[in-house]
């Protein structure tokens, strides 16, 4: 049985005698199950105490569905009081037992047990080894830059989240650390792209806003063949969609504020990993600069991720029925959902996603008053910039979230005054559908 600290190292049974005062009993109370770990004779299983009282068990099998890892994976307790769910640990620093002991927490910057605990559940829901959480999404972008040496050369999709466009062009740039924006909507287009000084790759498929996809195994073959590494973007999609590692990619980064949280409430950011290289510097990253959730924040994404294999189907169910309805609809110009057929990617989506998830974006007939006219008749839909709440939102990427981009790059993507991106939440289909036909009645009466 392998034991972790919840950071994703694994103690052996001589490591875990360092960890563990020799003459203590482990017991770790895990759904109905007792485990007993550095071979504590099981008659004196109620002996419980623990160097740290907080230890995680990685042994959950991950031949166990999603929704049951979703909820009981990372799980831990205080040994010491068995609260079914987790405490939220705000102390800023811990008891060292002696100095020049290392126990598993130390001051809350380095780690903390909901912290640990959010790591260790995403790592394992996106079948990865490794993961750290940071403060936001755009703190992950931030930290994957700092593994980047001046000189370095970051090849990235061109219809990228704007934050990311902007940490490139605007930020990373400065450290001279240079990139190009590519449709990789064919893969091929990557290769004359490749410089010998080509570190990283940067994926987002689903595109934000126009949910254009790219072929993440074909990429990751590419980069690979160039030395370089594969990071995607999988906050669309989350682990329940997409696993983007078990298609080559090297690094998976998540807003966790939007899917994984799910309930609007919370700003953080994941990064995923096999690699114990890359997960050591972001370890380091990640301690050093400090980006990291609050212990509550790592706390309510906790609970949220419990429910995701939930709202990811009604997400999916929802958006499709959403992306039908508007496909049918006369004011209507053009709806991009990844789950239509009539969508160009329909085929790779099949392929390498197992669900086409809750994201989809249109394009209205007429102009931007049509648009202005349409938002304010919706009564269930929000006018919102975030996404992969429960609730349904709208917004208008031109005048909202990729407003700051060049006129020319925004119109070349696709983004036009008339293109809304919709986040389907889970409300009664009927109501989502209600209030779009009553809004589309207004603005195109
Ligand atoms: C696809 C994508 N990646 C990254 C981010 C940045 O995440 P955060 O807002 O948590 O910093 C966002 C935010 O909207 C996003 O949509």
Redesign the pocket.
Same mark, same amino acid.
Do not use: V
């Given at each position: 049985m392998k034991v972790t600290d919840g950071r994703g190292f694994n103690f052996d049974d001589f490591q875990l005698a360092y960890k563990i005062r020799s003459s203590d009993f482990v017991r770790i109370f895990f759904p109905s199950v007792s485990v007993l770990i550095a071979g504590s004779p099981k008659e004196d299983c109620h002996n419980v105490s623990l160097y740290s009282s907080y230890l995680s068990i990685s042994n959950m099998p991950r031949t166990q569905g999603f929704g049951t890892r979703a909820i009981h994976a990372g799980r831990e307790t205080d040994a010491s009081t068995g609260p079914v769910m987790p405490p939220i640990t705000l102390s800023t620093n811990y008891v060292i037992p002696a100095p020049g002991t290392h126990p598993t927490y130390e001051y809350t910057r380095d780690s903390n047990p909901n912290r640990s605990i959010i790591e260790t559940a995403v790592a394992d829901l996106e079948k990865a080894k490794y993961c750290c959480a940071f403060s936001?999404?755009? @703190?992950v972008?931030a930290a994957v830059m700092n593994l980047l040496d001046a000189g370095d050369h970051v090849i990235c999709v061109n219809d990228v989240?704007a934050?990311?466009h902007n940490i490139l062009t605007k930020i990373a740039s400065k450290h001279q650390i240079a990139s190009t924006f590519v449709d990789m909507s064919v893969p091929e287009n990557i290769v004359p792209h490749f410089k010998p000084n080509t570190k990283l790759v940067w994926v987002?498929t689903p595109t934000?806003p126009t949910m254009r996809l790219t072929d993440i195994a074909a990429i990751a073959k590419h980069t690979h063949d160039h030395g370089a590494l594969l990071l995607v973007?999988n906050?669309?999609l989350t682990p329940y969609f997409q696993n983007p590692l078990s298609l080559g990619a090297d690094i998976v980064?998540h807003?966790?504020?939007?899917y994984i949280n799910g309930h609007s409430d919370v &700003?953080?950011?994941l990064a995923v990993t096999n690699d114990e290289a890359i997960y050591k510097q972001l370890v380091f990253i990640q301690i050093n600069v400090g980006g990291v959730p609050s212990p509550f924040d790592a706390y309510l994404a906790r609970r949220g991720l419990m429910t995701l294999a939930l709202r990811m189907k009604a997400h999916e169910t929802n958006a499709m029925a959403v992306a039908q309805y508007l496909e049918s609809h006369p004011a209507v110009d053009q709806v991009f959902y990844p789950g239509l057929v009539s969508h160009p990617q329909h085929e790779i989506a099949k392929r390498q996603q197992h669900g086409f998830g809750g994201m989809l974006s249109f394009k209205l007939k007429g102009s931007v008053d049509h648009v202005r006219s349409f938002l304010a008749a919706l009564k269930v839909f929000t006018l919102a910039e @975030? &996404?992969g709440g429960v609730e349904s939102l709208v917004e208008v990427p031109a005048l909202m979230?990729h407003a700051g981009l060049e006129e020319d790059h925004r119109l070349a993507l696709g983004i036009t005054d008339t293109l809304m991106r919709v986040s389907v939440g889970v409300e009664d289909i009927d109501d989502l559908i209600d209030d779009l036909s009553g809004a589309l009645g207004v603005s195109h009466a």
């Open positions: 936001s999404g755009s @703190s972008t989240y934050g990311t987002e934000n973007d906050t669309f980064m807003s966790a504020t939007k &700003l953080m950011g @975030s &996404l979230t």
